[in-house]
């Protein structure tokens, strides 16, 4: 193992480009955005989501033509298509794999900064793959200006159960739903949902779940 100082990309981090956009005029939406601490970004303009990878590992095991030991990563834009092959391209899990090599993917921080295509690699040990997508150009939007900080209490949601409504009211139509919920601090409320269509309305409850 080398120790590595330049970036390592989460496999997991690559899920953000589900929430990116795929025929967007302005092409910097139609990747994810990747900074230097490795967190990975992704709009479409309706919807924004940001994943910040916990702590990485500090090694990493060497790959020919991959330098490692580089600078601090320059934000940079992936395209969907790169996201989809690199993530197909990690070592499927088995007792003979390491859970890093899994998990991560090795970016040439010195390569990806320096020319109009990133440097990324994957490797089981005995077959390493190394990808060299071209850049986004152009500059990916603001997007911290967009995240809103609200003073009331957050309310927990289980993703799953709101899939399950979101399929519910998709299925019935509704191309919109407002949300109420109660603003306290001291106890965990339900969620209420209304919607209407040319068909008929729905109030739906979601009970929250404890942030962790």
């Known amino acids: 193992m080398s120790e590595t100082k330049g970036l390592l ?3 997991q981090a690559l899920e953000t480009m589900r929430t990116a956009s795929t025929e967007d005029p302005r092409y910097s939406l139609n990747g994810i955005l990747i900074e230097p601490d490795g967190s990975t970004v992704g709009t ?3 919807i924004l989501h940001k994943y910040t990878p916990g702590k ?10 991959v330098e490692l030991d580089g600078p601090e990563a320059d934000p940079f834009i992936l395209p969907l298509d790169a996201c989809k092959a690199l993530k197909k391209a990690f070592p499927a899990k088995s007792a003979k794999t390491l859970p890093i090599l899994r998990e991560y993917a090795a970016v040439d921080t010195a390569q990806t900064n320096a020319n109009g295509n990133a440097v990324i690699a994957v490797t089981d040990l005995e077959n390493p793959t190394v990808f060299r997508p071209k850049k986004i150009d152009g500059a990916f939007p603001t997007y911290e200006n967009v995240v809103p900080k609200y003073e009331t209490p957050a309310i927990g949601i289980d993703p799953k159960l709101l899939k399950r409504l979101c399929e519910t009211w998709i299925a019935q139509g509704f191309e919109t739903v407002a949300m109420q ?10 969620i209420r949902f209304d919607a209407k269509c040319a068909a008929g309305t729905c109030t739906s409850v979601l009970m929250p779940k404890i942030l962790k």
């Open 56 to 65: 990485a590992p500090a090694e990493f095991p060497p790959i020919e033509g």
């Open 44 to 46: 479409d303009g309706h």
């Open 9 to 11: 990309l989460q496999k």
């Open 181 to 190: 919920t109660a603003d306290t601090e001291t106890e965990q409320k339900p």
